[in-house]
């Protein structure tokens, strides 16, 4: 059975910094693509930053650019995401998601909230 179980999440003032990380198990984590995902009360989810199963490349969401940095270690199956200069609209609950084409597995979610 595939888990994507996400952690590091919770409340932070404006400016400050989070860590997340999302640990697969029940599959070749280094085969899959990794993405992190946001979704905010009552919008749609959205993608926040692309991590290719190798790491060689990353991408990431106009709003990301600059602040967050996702990053990987295949030897222990975990994606990060750091989390800096956080805002108020940063507030969401973050999904990890696991790709492989037809094979695609998501995450819990870990809710961030910054305010003050």
């Known amino acids: 059975q595939v888990q994507l179980v996400e952690s590091g999440g919770g409340l932070v003032q404006p400016g400050g910094s989070l860590r997340l990380s999302c640990v697969g198990s029940?599959?070749?984590?280094?085969?899959?693509?990794m993405r992190w995902y946001r979704q905010a009360p009552g919008k749609e989810r959205e993608l926040v930053a692309v991590?290719?199963?190798?790491?060689?490349?990353?991408n990431y969401a106009d709003f990301a650019k600059g602040r967050f940095d996702i990053s990987r270690d295949n030897a222990k199956n975990t994606v990060y995401l750091q989390m800096n200069s956080l805002k108020a609209e940063d507030t969401a609950v973050y999904y990890c998601?696991?790709?492989?084409?037809?094979?695609?597995?998501w995450g819990q979610g870990t809710q961030v909230t910054v305010s003050s």
């Open positions: 029940g599959l070749i984590f280094s085969w899959y693509d």
């Open positions: 998601y696991a790709d492989r084409g037809r094979a695609f597995y």
């Open positions: 991590i290719t199963s190798g790491g060689g490349t990353r």
